[in-house]
């Protein structure tokens, strides 16, 4: 029973700031999530919208052709043949194919589970007959694609330069074919590009006139 002297008094503890601190790291996590989930899913809905167009089919070969870094190991063959600077980004962009794969398919798409577009996402000229299994993100297509033509350019730009548009192709057909969301393929990406870059760390790029070829 209560004394006298605690009468009229609230005995029930206080309410603090500490828990509301503590949960908004995940709330805003939480809010991030949702935000990039509604504009992936605009982005996805107003694309289909597109008619069929040849690039269609396009898409589906390059995509396919980028599947366990097929297309990427037949360019460093070409570089290996060229010779010089071409040569030595093909042997670091071949090392990053490698290094890139690990961190997105063994590491990060464990932790992140995350659900790929249902198949009405987009137009069925533009699916896949099978549906990829693994989490959606982030892509491996586009973490490849990244990791080896920012691995080429570290050693020669002009290579480099020549391989960013069909690497940034591969990345987008990955969207384009309903096989990820536009998220998945940013952040794939992003891992692939900051794969390759950490490489200079242990392995310095030969700088010469001839680097720009």
Do not use: C
Not at 66 to 95: K, T
Not at 131 to 150: G, I, Q, Y
Not at 174 to 181: F, S
Not at 188 to 212: D, H
């Amino acid at each position: 029973m209560d004394s006298p002297a605690n009468e009229g008094l609230d005995l029930r503890i206080p309410h603090t700031d500490a828990t509301a601190r503590a949960e908004e790291p995940r709330l805003r996590a939480q809010a991030v999530r949702r935000a990039v989930g509604r504009a992936d899913r605009r982005f996805v809905a107003r694309t289909a919208q597109w008619r069929p167009t040849p690039v269609d089919r396009l898409m589906i070969g390059l995509s396919r052709s980028a599947n366990r870094g097929q297309i990427w190991i037949v360019v460093a063959a070409l570089l290996i043949a060229l010779g010089g600077p071409a040569r030595r980004g093909a042997v670091r962009g071949s090392l990053v194919l490698g290094a890139s794969t690990l961190v997105a398919t063994k590491l990060l798409k464990p932790l992140f589970p995350r659900t790929r577009p249902p198949a009405h996402a987009v137009p069925g000229t533009r699916r896949f007959s099978e549906t990829p299994d693994t989490p959606s993100f982030p892509s491996a297509h586009a973490a490849l694609a990244a990791a080896f033509a920012t691995g080429v350019a570290i050693e020669s730009r002009r290579a480099g330069y020549v391989l960013a548009p069909l690497a940034a192709a591969v990345a987008y057909s990955r969207v384009h074919t309903g096989a990820h969301w536009p998220s998945d393929v940013v952040a794939g990406s992003a891992v692939g590009v900051t794969v390759a870059l950490v490489t200079q760390r242990f392995w310095s790029a030969r700088r010469s006139a001839a680097s720009v070829r």
